[in-house]
């Protein structure tokens, strides 16, 4: 992200554009990148000061992470009230802010990176559903039990 310019003003321009996405779910992206930016440039070693690039799939799994943790079991309701309903809308924002110098990108980046990466029941409610468990009943002397 370039220093110099002002996230608020130039997402300001971006809403006015796309009114598809809530703001909020910009300056979520954007706090997942970090997310996402700190887990996996500590497995390329990045040195300290410097950016590490992430691939889509990466910033996805940031995203996962970074919902989870921020809203728990409300994750969906959240990204739904954002306008938020798949990865590929999480590469729309994600592109949005490229296209307005808001996110830097790679000549191999695009938006088909956020194409089918999880469906999101599976990625944000399942952790909260509770687990099934095999109940075995023995006979006994008295009857089942």
Same mark, same amino acid.
């Given at each position: =992200?370039?220093? !110099?310019?002002?996230?608020?003003?130039?997402? #300001? %321009?971006? @809403?006015? $554009?796309? %009114?598809? +996405?809530?703001?909020?779910? +910009?300056?979520?992206?954007?706090?997942?990148?970090?997310?996402?930016? $700190?887990?996996?440039? /500590?497995?390329? $070693?990045?040195?300290?000061?410097? /950016?590490?690039?992430?691939?889509? /799939?990466? *910033?996805? #799994?940031?995203?996962?992470?970074?919902?989870?943790? /921020?809203?728990?079991? *409300?994750?969906?309701?959240?990204?739904?009230?954002?306008?938020?309903?798949?990865?590929?809308?999480?590469?729309?924002?994600?592109?949005? =802010?490229?296209? !307005?110098? @808001?996110?830097?990108?790679? #000549?191999?980046?695009?938006?088909?990176?956020?194409?089918?990466? +999880?469906?999101?029941? &599976?990625?944000?409610?399942?952790?909260?559903?509770? %687990?099934?468990? &095999?109940?075995?009943?023995?006979? &006994?002397?008295?009857?089942?039990?």
């Amino acid at each position: =992200m370039q220093k !110099s310019l002002n996230f608020e003003e130039v997402l #300001e %321009t971006i @809403l006015a $554009k796309d %009114t598809r +996405y809530h703001r909020d779910a +910009y300056f979520f992206v954007r706090d997942a990148l970090d997310v996402a930016q $700190k887990k996996f440039s /500590q497995a390329a $070693k990045v040195a300290k000061g410097k /950016q590490a690039h992430v691939s889509g /799939q990466q *910033l996805l #799994e940031g995203i996962r992470a970074h919902a989870l943790e /921020q809203f728990g079991p *409300l994750t969906m309701m959240v990204l739904e009230e954002w306008g938020v309903h798949r990865c590929e809308d999480f590469g729309e924002i994600v592109f949005n =802010m490229v296209e !307005s110098s @808001l996110l830097g990108k790679t #000549e191999n980046d695009s938006r088909e990176d956020f194409k089918g990466g +999880y469906e999101f029941f &599976t990625a944000f409610r399942r952790p909260y559903l509770p %687990t099934a468990k &095999t109940v075995v009943f023995k006979p &006994t002397a008295e009857g089942l039990g």
